[in-house]
């Protein structure tokens, strides 16, 4: 196996929305765990989830770290995503889940830990606009780097192109990136959305230069506008398919 394979091989399996399991370093690793069946979650918007997991928590097995990018959310953290937390022996997000939930370790910006020989770094998310913080809140990404893997961006809920480039200049190279998609939009800011849509994420891609990209968090849920069938017709017509992997539903796969 070359080298740049070896720096572009992930295992991961998607099981809906923003939850993806991987192994990395060694070590299995879940983000945003939502694990729900289908129904509404009334709150300041109502979030009406279409679709339940393609696998159950079972299924998935166990699980040595959560990357929570926020708690706030039913879509990013619902009820049996809360309930799997406190068997998982590491949970790193943002410092106000970590007033929140008991157990969970949380990171400021650009705040590195080392878990189980990997350094994560926390990285910066916009969930909207400039100035959406109020409403939609704190969100955080992060890094994963360590000897001989990808070093694999996982970019949280964020709307930001220009965050994303920040990230790609502080980081260096970034060799595969999981981007939260679907311009989901509540309402809450107009046409602005509150996750990259299709063209800010090419954008986002272009960012990020080599990185192969593996877009979730875009279906499932009623609040998403766009599909990916969309997101993968604008990545083609830009010349960039080559750099999309669409994981599948339920099924482990390898970048």
Not at 39 to 67: F, R
């Amino acid at each position: 196996m070359n080298a740049t394979i070896e720096r572009t091989a992930l295992e991961i399996l998607h099981t809906g929305g923003p939850t993806l399991r991987f192994r990395y370093a060694g070590s299995t690793w879940l983000t945003d765990p939502t694990f729900d069946d289908p129904g509404d979650y009334p709150g300041g918007v109502t979030l009406h989830k279409l679709a339940g997991p393609a696998i159950s928590p079972q299924e998935v097995g166990p699980v040595d770290i959560v990357l929570l990018s926020h708690d706030e959310h039913a879509d990013n953290l619902d009820d049996a995503g809360r309930a799997l937390l406190p068997t998982v022996p590491t949970v790193l997000s943002t410092p106000g889940a970590a007033t929140r939930i008991d157990g969970v370790r949380g990171l400021e910006d650009w705040e590195t830990v080392v878990v189980r020989g990997v350094q994560v770094t926390a990285v910066p998310a916009l969930h909207g606009p400039e100035g959406c913080e109020p409403i939609t809140g704190i969100v955080t990404g992060f890094v994963l780097r360590a000897e001989g893997e990808p070093t694999v961006y996982i970019s949280g809920d964020n709307a930001s192109v220009e965050v994303v480039a920040r990230i790609a200049e502080r980081i260096g190279r970034i060799d595969i990136a999981v981007l939260h998609v679907g311009a989901a939009n509540v309402g809450h800011f107009g046409d602005t959305d509150l996750t990259l849509n299709a063209r800010t994420a090419l954008l986002a891609a272009e960012a990020l230069g080599d990185a192969l990209i593996v877009p979730i968090h875009g279906e499932g849920w009623a609040h998403f506008t766009e599909t990916l069938d969309h997101l993968e017709r604008v990545f083609r017509y830009a010349g960039r398919a080559d750099r999309l992997r669409i994981p599948p539903l339920g099924h482990p796969a390898v970048i």
